[in-house]
């Protein structure tokens, strides 16, 4: 076992997970460690009415650029990269507008618990959708240029700016929205890092603009908003739904207490494997074109070493949440550490599993994740009916949403691993 990552943990790839996971999880240390002032500064009610704008923004930016953000990493060169990095900025620009009028329905239709929101809530959404839409794009480009120092140092940035700014917030008793304002500032200096480093390329690789350069872009990449951007709405929504069904079966303040759990553990966690995947997704792009034979080996001792990483922290939280939760964040949020400890097998299953996903899109088979976004969806809709049957609790709620969404992972692993053997197979055929 330890063979495999032995194998791994030398050479360029290794440099990079590295420096990517080390970069991100400082970035998200700054969250964490910031976690226990928030909590004495904000109440459950604020956390919980922030997670909900938190969890639509996930899901909004995630198809803001038509998934166009993800082919940029693959593309055949600089040229239609740089086409696809002007493509996915203009869908951004015109997805926050349509974002902030779905969250405004949302809010006036007391749709999965936004009613808990203000109206005027919905202009709130606009600049996150539209600098978080923008930051994953230059994210991508940066990604295909092997930027991962600068791509951390940005991470660690953004995060610290984050939980500065919320927390100088906090004695102004601003409620959610001193949390808002810090959610801004962070994301914005990021962005604007970004966007120095990149536009002296993009610019000479997009001069002068042909608009049958972009359209050729975009043909070549049809699938990704025909496939992958259906995929990637179902998959963040079964991802970022939880705090919503949490806060319309049991209240706002109960989705802080998850959104709590959220922000210090799987997100920090799911983060740390979206770097890897980052580092992983590159090294698996170069694979399928210079030596496809050897796909299958790597993605399967990638998952071991992801197993292996994920494993301990999830084994703490198990053991030890509640009294962890308590101790840190105060007697308050104990009922957090219950949540953590049920949340913890989930985790670690997404942590997995929803790091290696990226291989859809290096082998072109974007559509398979839809049978693990129908599975994922389904599992929260059984819990909001066996919860609402039932009159489960809080805890109870998560534990249901917890067992479904670890079947779903498992069944996500084994269609990625089917899929992988299966191009093996037809390459070989192909010879």
Not at 146 to 155: D, S
Not at 186 to 208: D, T, V, W, Y
Not at 227 to 233: E, H, M, R, V, Y
Not at 247 to 255: E, R, S, T
């Amino acid at each position: 076992m330890f063979d495999y990552i032995r194998r791994i943990s030398t050479g360029r790839f290794a440099r990079d997970v590295t420096t990517l996971t080390v970069g991100t999880a400082a970035g998200y240390g700054l969250m964490i460690i910031s976690s226990p002032i928030i909590t004495r500064l904000y109440s459950p009610e604020d956390i919980g009415k922030m997670g909900l704008l938190l969890a639509f923004l996930a899901v909004a930016a995630a198809v803001a650029s038509l998934s166009y953000h993800l082919a940029i990493v693959g593309a055949e060169n600089d040229s239609e990269a740089a086409h696809l990095v002007v493509a996915s900025v203009a869908f951004v620009v015109l997805s926050s507008f349509v974002g902030a009028l779905v969250l405004y329905l949302l809010i006036n239709y007391s749709i999965l618990g936004y009613n808990a929101l203000p109206e005027w809530a919905a202009f709130s959404i606009f600049p996150l959708i539209l600098i978080t839409g923008l930051f994953l794009t230059f994210r991508y480009w940066f990604i295909r240029e092997r930027e991962f120092p600068l791509i951390a140092k940005i991470v660690i940035l953004q995060n610290g700016g984050r939980a500065v700014s919320q927390i100088a917030f906090g004695p102004a008793q601003l409620g959610w929205l001193g949390l808002w304002f810090g959610e801004l500032i962070g994301r914005g200096i990021g962005l604007l890092k970004m966007f120095r480093e990149s536009r002296k390329k993009l610019s000479e690789l997009i001069h002068p603009f042909h608009m049958e350069n972009l359209t050729a872009a975009l043909k070549r990449n049809r699938k990704f908003p025909l496939f992958t951007a259906p995929s990637s709405f179902i998959s963040y929504l079964a991802l970022n739904m939880p705090p919503m069904i949490i806060a319309q079966l049991h209240g706002i303040a109960p989705a802080g207490f998850f959104f709590l759990v959220q922000r210090v553990v799987k997100i920090p966690l799911v983060f740390v494997g979206h770097s890897i995947a980052d580092v992983n997704f590159r090294k698996m792009a170069t694979l399928i074109k210079e030596e496809p034979q050897r796909l299958p080996g790597f993605f399967f001792k990638v998952a071991l070493m992801l197993l292996i990483i994920g494993f301990f922290p999830a084994a703490i939280l198990i053991l030890a949440g509640p009294f962890l939760f308590g101790l840190a964040f105060g007697q308050a949020w104990e009922i957090s550490g219950d949540l953590a400890a049920i949340m913890a097998p989930w985790a670690l299953c997404q942590f997995v599993s929803g790091s290696l996903n990226n291989i859809v899109f290096v082998i072109r088979r974007q559509e398979l994740t839809l049978i693990f976004d129908v599975l994922s969806i389904s599992g929260i809709a059984l819990t909001y009916f066996v919860s609402m049957t039932y009159g489960l609790t809080l805890v109870q709620t998560v534990a249901v949403l917890s067992g479904c969404q670890v079947a779903a992972y498992i069944v996500l692993f084994l269609i990625l691993s089917l899929a992988i053997l299966v191009h093996r197979q037809r390459s070989n055929s192909a010879k």
